[in-house]
Nanobody, 127 residues
Framework: QEQLVESGGGLVQPGGSLRLSCAAS????????IGWFRQAPGKDREGVSCISTRDDTTYPEDSVRGRFTISRGVAKNVVYLQMNSLKPEDTAVYYC????????????????????WGQGTQVTVSS
């Protein structure tokens, strides 16, 4: 069965770090662009970051730029989201999604029709 599974969420204090993983089973992520999204209670889902299939170009949103880093693992079936300097406003359920269509350096990634979505992992930033 082809699926994406996120892991690595948890409770962390402000200023702390977490690394989320997005792992594919039944297929590899090598030829997929990956988007990370989050949804906080009572808010719409929003894009966080994207990694393109074109030279692994990344596109972080302004809210996380300089704090979050998206990268591909050595294994071809995992993508990471390293989250540093976490803030309470980063609290949300985080989702990854895989897009196998034509794309240009993550342009418009938040509106893509993704092929796969993970089930989400909770990140809570609180003291």
């Amino acid at each position: 069965q082809e699926q994406l599974v996120e892991s690595g969420g948890g409770l962390v204090q402000p200023g702390g770090s977490l690394r989320l993983s997005c792992a594919a089973s039944g297929f590899t992520l090598e030829h997929y662009a990956i988007g990370w999204f989050r949804q906080a209670p009572g808010k719409d889902r929003e894009g966080v970051s994207c990694i393109s299939t074109r030279d692994d170009t990344t596109y972080p949103e302004d809210s996380v730029r300089g704090r979050f880093t998206i990268s591909r693992g050595v294994a071809k079936n995992v993508v990471y989201l390293q989250m540093n300097s976490l803030k309470p406003e980063d609290t949300a359920v985080y989702y990854c999604a895989a897009f196998g269509g034509w794309e240009s350096y993550c342009s418009g990634y938040a509106g893509w029709d993704y092929d796969y979505w993970g089930q989400g992992t909770q990140v809570t930033v609180s003291s």
